[in-house]
């Protein structure tokens, strides 16, 4: 019984051992006595204890790596700090496994050399305003050269780019300069269309004025046009009454002397009698002694 305990205890043991189970977005590598045997993608799988063994255990996800400041000089000999973020996916595991000792360390000093060798290229003003193609070169180089680890690198950042403290120094006061600049535009356009609506707003209250001071003079010419017209209607209403009322040649004459009455009750020294009239004489006569009746009054 006992041997049969320890045989049912080796097998248990045996069967244990032999099963394995790979996670989702992970790579186990497998050797058989030393030498690559194959991998093994998520799943269940059996193995020979003692005879195969998991070499490597290798995550397929992406990978983000934030390397540290890399010291790097410019092609107008500026120094400066550049630091990286690059994303990464493993492949091929046992690319990965066998193709680099310590994989991570490689990717950093190739995006170190890379880096050193694209900014050497450029100007100081060339890489502060060319972020984009500094990552598209290194992430060209960097994919290419880690082909062979069963890397595929999917996109490179260039984090930070610290110029020295005298460069700084320089850009900030340019920027100030650049900035007061600007204020000094944004407040002389300001001044200029102030300037230009007021204008506007005279020009505009002028014309109004000069509306209104026309339709004042045209209402006023409307009136004393109106008033003529009544005068003159009042007049001809008179004489057509007279026409109506058939006046005779008394009543005419009648009329007659009170107009030359109302003249002759002016100012005037000079008295000019139309010579249309009848007896000329008499009225005269009766406009003297009009004349004589006045002064007594007087």
């Known amino acids: ?12 043991a045996f069967i244990v051992l032999s099963i394995k189970i790979v996670p989702q977005a992970k790579g186990y590598v497998i050797e058989r006595i030393g030498s690559y045997y194959k991998t093994w993608n ?4 059996f193995m020979i204890p003692f005879i195969d063994r998991i070499s490597n255990k290798v995550s397929l996800k992406e990978i983000v790596k934030d390397f540290a400041p890399q010291p790097v000089i410019t092609k ?17 595991p046992k690319l990965y496994t066998y193709g680099v000792d310590q ?14 060798n694209i900014i050497g290229e450029l100007e100081l003003d060339q890489t502060l305003t060319s972020r984009d193609i500094i990552n598209s070169k290194m992430r060209s180089i960097l994919d290419e050269a880690t082909d062979p680890w069963g890397i595929k690198v999917n996109r490179v950042e260039v984090k930070n780019i610290i110029p020295p403290r005298d460069i700084q120094d320089a850009m900030e006061k340019q920027m100030r300069a650049e ?7 944004l407040q002389a356009e ?3 269309k102030s300037s230009i609506l007021i204008a506007e707003g005279e020009k505009e209250s002028a014309i109004l004025r000069a509306e209104a001071k026309k339709e004042a003079q045209i209402k006023v010419a409307e009136g004393e046009a109106e008033a003529m017209l009544k005068l003159k209607q009042a007049e001809a209403d008179g004489i057509r009454l007279l026409k109506d009322a058939q006046a005779d040649t008394s009543v005419l004459t009648l009329k007659s002397y009170e107009t030359l009455a109302k003249v002759a009750d002016g100012q005037s020294t000079k008295i000019i009698i139309p010579s249309e009239l009848q007896n000329v004489a008499n009225i ?7 004349l004589k009746n006045d002064k007594k009054q007087k």
């Open 284 to 290: 005269a006569t009766v406009i003297s002694e009009m």
């Open 179 to 185: 900035r007061e600049r600007r204020e000094k535009i």
């Open 103 to 116: 994989p991570i360390n490689a990717i950093e000093n190739l995006t170190a050399t890379t880096l050193r």
């Open 1 to 12: 019984m006992d041997v049969l305990l320890v045989i049912l205890i080796l097998v248990v």
């Open 76 to 92: 107008d000999n500026v120094t400066m700090q550049i630091d990286t973020v690059v994303y990464f996916q493993i492949t091929d």
């Open 42 to 45: 998520n799943g269940l799988h």
């Open 190 to 192: 300001g001044e200029k």
